[in-house]
């Protein structure tokens, strides 16, 4: 079993290994893993491998889905699936780039990685993701058509090189027992928390939902749009923000804590909604009120809504580097977070309430039935209610804005 | 030639000499008594004398046993028992385990357990095998302490101030049950005391060390 | 063939130096230019003037200093008060007893208890909020404090205990009762004499734990991402987070960073080793200006050490009550109902990190052990042959920060392909874990009495039967007191197992502050109540066995 594994993958690395010589553009990438008629044989070759899946494991609701994944696999493939939890994605891919400087072009410590955004590009401009889309039997019934964001992630075309497994879209949370009436806009938030200061913040901008509250802003004031779809010029960034700094700056002092320390993510945001510190928080779930109600996180009168505008909405990926250990086990778990069984699991407002990536008109009835079954649990929003989501912006967008805030923030901030 | 003697040994601390180079001879059953002030190297002379000299102090000369020269031995092959001020029964092992510790291996166990009963019948003390050491009164202690030294047959005997710290009756009680146990074996003892009822009771040759 | 007799310490201190050195070295390096493997070569300064470049830099230096000089004076002074205030006191001798859990309880664990207590929304304020009228919480920054006074505090609550007991061991070895003696018949009331006569001579003996505690309350990680404020974060939290950039090149500014904490740390030393000379001179000048008045000022400082020591139990208690709570919401002072749901829910998480926490912690406690008695057991045969000035270099480790060496290291370990495996880890640990198992073998060794083994040399057993059957039994306690020590150690490091362990080793420590961002403090509760039962139960072990092994052993026995 050994024999064959090494030699599949010895030959992939070979391949890479040529083409990423030290002075690879940026672009190049390895080359595609064969068609997908050799699925059987990924299949037999993935039994009895061990993946390791670097993942976020700030919220308790994923871990518990990817170890219900890893039950499922084991029980359909013989792949053991072990999560490795990671405080940021960033540490993966520092990891895998670690090892390409090092030398290392086989039996990489990262097998699967979840990734999106800037973490994604950053593989991406460096070459160190396979090309696995191709090669994905469930791929098919994704709907790249009807939800963009499974083939271009913050408008970065994927091309193949990361598998969608799950939708995010921005909504905000807020307690309808002391907030009845939430602002509906970025702008009109700041004219209620000038009214009531102290019950909204977001979290620290570092973290991709404290950044993305940013960015959300920065939709309703950038005086361009579609300058957000191109890479940020240093010279146009200073005008484009302009409007958004100002509105940040009446918005800061009448944050919780005057605007001088942030809650360090998302779950640490939902725990000041619970204890009754402020009353409005961003996510991005538009099932983790459900969700919360249900675990005894949040009271039972929270409910969550989207802003007139829209709301944000992207997709969140798995990508196999170029160096895995054990690559035919990754494809096995990436096909099978795309199949129906594990996108329904997915999208079941007990366990994460995660919208879906597939085109449900391509399954069959009794795939289809799994979707139409999910129960509907209060303080959950219908598909009419959550529209169509805006489009993330260039990566370098959000780091440019998290560095700029850090610079505002940190820097004459005590 | 039978017996203890030390050829020329000097003791230095920094380089300095404690007191001239030594020579003495001790004969079996015979007891020579060192007699000196505070700080003039009595105890580190018996400490040397049993291989663990005393750490900083270096030293010089021959120790011979039964013609043996035994300078450069471990202190575990130089056959020579020592007894202190106190007692230093092992307080992990009973009465039992202290007596057994020093006899050689190799005795089957009914020979073991003879030998201790012997002792402890000795020691007046019988039936006492089991018991806890730090639970027996003073004079018992040191009884037990010199069976200890006498089981592991030692070709003589180092007696470093043992009898301090003991009341008038108990020392002299003590001191003949010693000096006596020392003759019926007729084992060199070398004591060291600032006693002078001690050395009368030796018997022999009084050493003084200078100071 | 007979081995030099220096080897075993060679040993002990190579396995602590090497990597301490060589992590150094990949440290310094880089944060001077240097970085072949990114294509960095030569000496260049762009790294300083990116770390400089740095939002508020200045502003994570001064709460770095202030938390890290804060803790270790707030814990001095308590101890210093409570040891003056209560030293005659019945409860006093036995302090290691009831210090025990206390001791036992990681940092982290006692930093997440006291995030339950003293956060806006935690126990303080709801107990508060009934008296007040709150229906919210207040906006107020108890914890995450842009001045790290929480930070300050929740160190202070772990690192007061231990130099009690430090103060405590080296009380054992100085004549307190009959200085006391003499200085109250002098005319000095209780307290003031304590302070006069005995505390100076307690304070040359805890040196090396006043700067061990420092250099820790400089670079302690966890502790600051748990409790120091976010932006701009304590300085030992910037070179973490640079090092594990998406941004490769951010390595060189990390590891100026790291450089400049280790300038910070050995500066803090500096600081307070004259700040020490000149109190001591003042101190002197009020020694003998036979002044004393003050007394019930020192008695009431000290109730500061027994407030303190409330607060870390209320602390731990509140963590083991969040652990087994069901919805809790402010103002409820106690949840709503009290069940296992959440242990049962988490067993199958708790499992594998409770596992690999062991099996890291054992052996490397077990090999710690061994290496040190083989040493300690040297230096006792062979004197200043076997090289016991060396053994002072054990205890680098303590006195510099852990990012300052640990990036170093984990480069050499992916270049020696060991690292994110057990032993890499193992060996991380044990560069910990030695300093402090040699820290409680080195006194207990020396004090014991060396007539026992001239007397067992002379009844014929060789060194080694001696050292087996004589002096191990008879340190049984200390052994043992060590080893629970080096556990409490392993269990608690967070650094080491994340770069040794190339984040692939997760342990209850790992896992409990990645879930501290997670936000459910009812997980975070039974992982962190979990990572504190290990060593506890190591504790009660090393009090408890040896009292029934000697149960028929008075001589041993008695504490």
Known sequence: MSLPRRTFGAALSGLAAGLLAPTARADETPAAVPAPSLWDEVLRRAAGQEVNFHA???????????????????????VTLRHIRLRDTAEAVARVVAERAAGQAQHGAVDLVWINGPNFLAMKQQGLLRRITGELPNFILVDTAGKPATVTDFTIPVEGLAAPWRMAQVVFIHDSARLPDPPRSMLAMADWAAARPGRLTHPNARNFLGATFLKQALY????????LARPVAERSFTLLTAPLWEWYGTLRPHLWRQGRTFPESGPAQRNLLNDGEIDLMISFNPAEAAAAIADGLLPATVRSYVLARGGI???????????????????????????????????????????????LS?????????????????GMLTNAELGVPLAEPHPSWMTRLTAEWERRVAGNGR | MRGLALRTVVLRRAGRALFPPLSLDVAPGQV????GPSGCGKSSLLAWLCGTPDPGLGGEGRVLLDGEDITGRPPERRRLGILFQDDLLFPHLSVAGNLGFGLRAGLSR???????????????????????????????RARVALLRVLLAEPRALLLDEPFGGMDAGLRGRFRRFVLDHAAARALPVLLVTHDAADAEAGGGPVLRLPG | MRLPACLPVLLLVGVVLLPVLAGLAGTLMPAFGHLPALGAQGWSLDPWRRLLAEPGLGASVRLTLVSGLGATALSLLAVALFCAAFHDHPLFRRAQLWLAPLLATPHLAMGVGFLALAAPSGLVARLLAAPLGWARPPDLATVNDPWGIALMLGLALKEAPWLLLMSLAALNQIPAARLMATARLLGQPAPLAWLKAVFPLVHRQIRLPLYAVLAYSLGAVDMALLLGPGSPPPLAVLPVRWFLDRDLAMNLPAAAAATLLLALTLAAIGVWHAATWLAARAGRRWAASGADFGGSLVRLGGLLLPALLLLALASLGAMLLWSVAGPWRFPDLWPHRLDLATWSAQREGLLGPAGATLAVALPATALALLLVVVALEAVARHG?????????LTYLPLLLPQTGFLFGLQVLLLQLGLDGGWPAVLWAHLVFVQPYVLLALVAPWAALDPRLARSAASLGAGPLRVLCTVKLPILLRPLLAAA???????????????????????TLTTEALALAAGGDRRVLGVFATLQAAIPLGCYALALQLPRWVWRRRAGLRAA
Do not use: K
């Open chain 2, 110 to 140: 009914a020979e073991r357990q003879a030998r201790i009963a012997a002792a402890l019948a000795e020691a007046e003390m019988p039936g006492c095998a089991a018991r806890d050491p730090a639970g027996l009164s003073g004079g018992q």
């Open chain 3, 384 to 392: 200043s042959a076997a090289w016991p000035w060396l053994l002072g």
């Open chain 1, 362 to 378: 391509r399954l069959s009835p009794e795939d289809r039935r799994r979707f139409e079954e999910l129960p509907r649990l209060p």
């Open chain 2, 32 to 35: 020579v008594t060192l007699m």
């Open chain 3, 484 to 506: 629970a020590i080096g556990v409490s150690v392993s269990v608690g490091q967070y650094l080491a197992t994340l770069f040794a362990g190339a984040g692939r080793f997760a």
């Open chain 1, 56 to 78: 976020w494991a700030g919220d308790a609701r994923t871990n518990a889905f990817i170890a219900w994944a890893a039950r499922r696999v084991e029980a359909l493939h013989g």
């Open chain 1, 220 to 227: 309703e004031t950038v005086p361009d749009p579609a300058a």
């Open chain 1, 313 to 359: 909405g992207n997709c969140s990926f798995v990508g196999i580097p170029f160096n895995a250990a054990q690559p035919e086990a990754a494809l096995v778990v990436a096909n099978f977070l795309l199949s129906p069984e594990a996108q329904a699991e997915a999208q079941d407002p007990r366990q994460l309430g995660t919208p879906t990536v597939l085109d």
